[in-house]
């Protein structure tokens, strides 16, 4: 078993969350790096103490990988925030990762170092990454608080705690993402014409969804556009692409996303080929992974 300390802004929150992870098997709160010793809820909130609301974290590392366990983290905090996490605000509610063996450090630090590679366009990343120096049990009405009172406050989004299993597999594909996909398909950039992977490519097979190998589109519907990304006169069906209006940059567009993953992929026009239907489906090519069309055996 290992143990993990995180601080992510109101620990009633952050516990229930990670209580919900599989491969978590048990959790404390408390007051973590401060300057007072046995300090009660009150001096933490006074904010003179310098304690963070932690949660004390053991899981089975055969089961869960901490690089999965703190990108799970990552997705419920907002690691740009200073001293605040939604409406808390004060030096009690900042986040980071406290650990105790020097190798979980090494990985915190690498998982923050991406975090801040992918926020890069957004601001810097606050988040600590330290050794933990201290950390003292909080009351015990604090203890699994929302367990005990599901009606209680919680800063997190309730639709973070849904689909736990779905969002950890999601949180080893967005791992696995390069900085440039990540920042297409999770912030919605668009990468450079003519300097990406499909383009030009026009080998026979279908481009799935780079998060969730989800099929979208087949290399039949494909076309040269002449717009520098990769273009397509339909996906393989309706349902797996989400339409929305897009405002940004002075234009009225249709963003196009993945369905299953919620990806920004690109954007659909009605300037295609007309013998096809007429839309253009413009799509990044960091959003997509390429799966070959499997050769026919000989009879």
């Known amino acids: 078993m290992k143990t993990i300390y995180l601080a992510g802004g109101c620990f009633w929150s952050v516990e229930k969350y990670v209580r919900a992870i599989g491969g978590v098997v048990a959790t404390r709160v408390g007051y973590a790096n401060g300057s007072v010793a046995e300090p009660s809820y009150e001096q933490v909130c006074s904010g003179t103490t310098g304690h963070a609301e932690t949660v004390e974290l053991t899981y089975d590392e055969t089961a869960l990988d901490l690089r999965d366990l703190l990108w799970l983290f990552f997705e419920i905090i907002d690691p740009l925030a200073l001293n605040r996490q939604g409406k808390d605000v004060g030096t009690q509610y900042r ?105 030009d490519h026009f080998e026979p097979g279908v481009y799935v969804d780079a998060v969730t190998g989800k099929p979208l589109f087949s290399s039949a519907d494909k076309f040269d556009s002449g717009c520098g990304w990769p273009a397509f006169s339909r996906p393989l069906s309706a349902n797996v692409l989400t339409e929305r209006p897009d405002m940004s940059h002075g234009m009225t567009r249709t963003e196009v ?18 013998e096809s239907g007429g839309l253009r489906y413009c799509i990044n090519s960091a959003a997509l992974r390429f799966v070959p069309e499997e050769p026919q055996s000989m009879p």
Do not use: M, W
Not at 172 to 183: E, G, H, I, K
Not at 265 to 273: A, E, R, S
């Open 95 to 199: 986040t980071g990762v406290f650990y105790v063996d020097p190798p979980d450090g090494v990985i915190a630090q690498a998982a923050l170092a991406e975090l801040g590679t992918r926020y890069a366009n957004r601001g810097a990343v606050v988040t600590q990454c330290a050794p933990l120096e201290s950390f003292y049990e909080a009351e015990e009405y604090h203890q699994h608080y929302l367990e005990k009172h599901p009606d209680g406050y919680c800063h997190i989004d309730p639709t973070a705690y849904q689909g736990i299993e779905r969002r950890l597999a999601r949180a080893a594909a967005l791992r696995s993402l390069d900085p440039v996909a990540y920042a297409v398909t999770q912030q919605g950039a668009t990468e450079q014409p003519y300097e990406n992977a499909y383009f």
């Open 257 to 274: 996303l993945a369905s299953e993953s919620g990806s920004h992929l690109g954007h659909v026009f009605t300037d295609g080929p007309a």
